[in-house]
């Protein structure tokens, strides 16, 4: 299973970014997915993470600017980013927990990096 993050970059304070993570490979569902982020010197933090029913969870320091949402046919999580500061810059990383007969898997993308500018 691989997991494939898109949608960083350069915005202003203010501005919006949409990311992407797209799994693939021998998948017959998917539980939960999430994002994460890690700014330098620190430690990765719980941004959302989404069920596969929909029901979301949220880092009270994004409440009410970020919205987490998936397309279980596409397999894919996104992260819908407004109002964005410059505190929020970080590398974002999305996970995913694949059931097999084993037991669950935790998956994680490789990061896409989100610059807020002041």
């Known amino acids: 299973v691989q997991l494939v993050e898109s949608g960083g970059g350069l915005v202003q304070a203010g501005g919006s970014l949409r990311l992407s993570c797209a799994a693939s490979g021998s998948i017959f569902r998917i539980n939960d997915m999430g994002w994460y982020r890690q700014a330098p010197g620190k430690q990765r933090e719980l941004v959302a993470v989404?069920?596969?029913?929909?029901?979301?969870n949220y880092a009270d320091f994004v409440k009410g600017r970020f919205t987490i949402s998936r397309d279980n046919a596409k397999n894919t999580v996104y992260l819908q980013m407004n109002s964005l500061k410059p505190e929020d810059t970080a590398v974002y990383f999305c996970?995913?927990?694949?059931?097999?007969?084993?037991?669950?898997?935790?998956?994680w993308g490789q990061g896409t990096q989100v610059t807020v500018s002041s």
């Open positions: 996970n995913a927990f694949v059931p097999t007969s084993q037991g669950a898997y935790e998956y």
């Open positions: 989404i069920t596969s029913g929909g029901s979301t």
